[in-house]
T-cell receptor, first 107, second 112 residues
């Protein structure tokens, strides 16, 4: 089938900690992959994307690499800030979203 | 401002009311979508429009009625809703779908 699976939240980190949010997908073919972020009270914003295998998407210090071998697109950031507190959604093309992972960063 | 504008931002309505949600985009996108986001649940795709034609309806109850008069505007007409319909309703657009979606800020709907 076609699905996107993210690690369960909430994830709580201290400021400047390293962040990884796992995301795996199932699909026929090689869909585009996305990470969206939703800040409190807002809609979703596109954070980064990758359109083919081995592509790395990056934005605002966040990175994710399209891994065809492991069907993964894990989100990473080397040093999180309090302002990164939000819900993060992994998604693949054709309207498939993961369930979202809430990130809370403490000062 | 994300390029997709939704109004109103907040709406409280009774179960016998009729109201409409509005979504507008001037990004030149040809596809528009309605999503429902409830607490602790995944995003639920409700409707998809491509070039003003409805191409997907994910078994949405008839008390939700979409309308797409042109490629820039999308409405969601609401009538006789239930309290469990309370949620954040998100509009999105894309061109084409694999290039990613631009979302509006959503309408927070409360049915009392």
């Amino acid at each position: 089938g076609n699905s996107v699976t993210q690690m369960e939240g909430p994830v709580t980190l201290s400021e400047e900690a390293f962040l990884t949010i796992n995301c795996t997908y199932t699909a026929t073919g090689y869909p585009s992959l996305f990470w969206y972020v939703q800040y409190p009270g807002e809609g979703l914003q596109l954070l980064l994307k990758a359109t083919k295998a081995d592509d790395k998407g990056s934005n605002k210090g966040f990175e994710a690499t399209y891994r065809k071998e492991t069907t993964s697109f894990h989100l990473e950031k080397g040093s999180v800030q309090v302002s990164d507190s939000a819900v993060y959604f992994c998604a693949r093309g054709k309207l498939i979203f993961g369930q979202g992972t809430e990130l809370s960063v403490k000062p | 401002e994300t390029g997709v504008t939704q109004t109103p931002r907040h709406l409280v309505m009774g179960m016998t009311n009729k109201k409409s949600l509005k979504c507008e985009q001037h990004l030149g996108h040809n596809a528009m979508y309605w999503y429902k986001q409830s607490a602790k649940k995944p995003l639920e795709l409700m409707f998809v429009y491509n070039f003003k034609e409805q191409t997907e309806n994910n078994s949405v109850p008839s008390r939700f009625s979409p309308e797409c008069p042109n490629s820039s505007h999308l409405f969601l007409h609401l009538h006789t809703l239930q309290p469990e319909d309370s949620a954040l309703y998100l509009c999105a657009s894309s061109q084409p779908p694999d290039y990613g979606y631009t979302f509006g800020s959503g309408t927070r709907l409360t049915v009392v």
